[in-house]
């Protein structure tokens, strides 16, 4: 039975969970030769970093010959969001006006986005 799910991914388990996310399942191998290369992972530490999203319940493997194969069992927007609500939770109160706010006050969102922001506003107040 997996363990609970930490609140959050590591660093080193998104990088693992991207590739996963991207390639919907592979071996460790695969893994390790889809990575950016800067810097490297050893098949071994990609190897006890899939076995830990395992137990915390990210991942499940299927046996494929004498390779594992592995694939996520949370998808990226589900992460995604909860990892947003966390954010909020932890830094804003819950208020995504003072995330939206801060991103504002400090010049993260490019003129692009903002149109695009005001747009799906526009639609989303009809």
């Keep these: 039975m997996p363990r609970t799910r930490s609140a959050g991914l590591t660093d080193a388990e998104l990088r693992l969970m991207e590739v996963l996310w991207t390639k919907g399942s592979a071996t460790v191998s695969g893994v390790v ?72 006050e400090r010049g993260k969102v490019s003129a692009g986005d903002l149109q695009r922001l005001r747009q799906r506003i526009a639609r989303e107040a009809e």
């Design 33 to 104: 030769e889809a990575l950016p290369k800067d810097p490297p992972l050893a098949y071994s530490t990609v190897l006890t970093t899939l076995r830990i999203l395992e137990q915390k319940g990210y991942l499940e493997h299927t046996k494929d010959g004498r390779a594992y194969v592995y694939r996520p069992t949370v998808g990226r927007d589900e992460e995604r969001e909860k990892a947003v609500t966390r954010l909020l939770g932890r830094f804003f109160g819950g208020s995504a006006e003072l995330l939206m706010l801060s991103l504002l």
